[in-house]
């Protein structure tokens, strides 16, 4: 969840419940009975498209967003090049919508990935037969997922685990001894603020309940290595 999600839907309530006092509020203009009623309309989207981002804050699910969002800005600009009366007001909300539609900054965390040209060489005294131990097992079965493109080289897809080791310690970080959930949220955050898609969810749920347990999910040897951290120990067969 976002700062911004949340004022969208404070905004979009307060355009509901009292349309009249927000158009004081924002453009000192009272507005008749028509105007009202697109008010509450666009109250009632505002809402409903907060709580479609809260739910799925996907990079895809953002940019719809924001295409709506411009594409109102858009229309209000005609409205108040065509309608002088209304000049304040479409503007206003001409400008609402724009900040809206601005992109989302990303949060803070640990420092990304290096490029792997740039990766830290190992140390002379590890023990590089550490980084061929496969993952330790984790609940319901969840592995790394699959890359969505299969054609990708080798060099590519180290890097895309090494991105998203750096996500996965990143809600470490910050879910670690929290409830799943907010484990989750932290770690679906981390994926976006990366670019990265979204795993599909018996993962996102899987690596989620490790965080909380205060376990980091080891996406692979070399992507730990990647991001200059260590493996956890192996428990004995």
Do not use: K
């Not at 009366?85 to 640990?110: E, I, Q």
């Not at 490790?210 to 999910?217: L, Q």
């Amino acid at each position: 969840m976002r700062t911004r999600d949340v004022v969208r839907l404070a905004y979009g309530a307060a355009l509901l419940v009292d349309p009249q006092r927000c158009s004081v509020a924002l453009t000192g203009t009272r507005l008749d009975r028509p105007g009202r009623v697109t008010a509450r309309v666009l109250g009632a989207r505002q809402v409903l498209q907060a709580v479609v981002l809260m739910r799925d804050g996907r990079n895809r699910v953002r940019r719809a967003s924001r295409a709506v969002d411009l594409l109102h800005a858009g229309s209000m600009l005609v409205l108040a090049a065509w309608s002088p009366g209304r000049t304040r007001t479409a503007t206003t909300d001409a400008v609402v919508a724009a900040l809206f539609a601005g992109p989302s900054p990303s949060p803070r965390g640990p420092r990304p990935a290096p490029p792997l040209e740039h990766a830290p060489a190992p140390s002379p005294t590890s023990s590089p037969d550490l980084l061929d131990l496969p993952a330790p097992a984790r609940p319901r079965g969840a592995g790394t997922p699959r890359d969505e493109d299969a054609d990708t080289g080798p060099r590519a897809r180290r890097q895309r685990d090494a991105d998203r080791q750096a996500a996965v310690y990143e809600a470490f970080t910050a879910g670690s001894g929290g409830s799943p959930q907010q484990a989750r949220v932290a770690l679906v955050r981390a994926l976006d603020a990366r670019a990265l898609p979204l795993p599909p969810p018996a993962w996102l749920d899987a690596v989620a309940a490790d965080i909380a347990a205060g376990n980091i999910y080891v996406v692979s040897g070399p992507a730990m290595q990647d991001v200059g951290l260590q493996l956890p120990p192996h428990e004995p067969l």
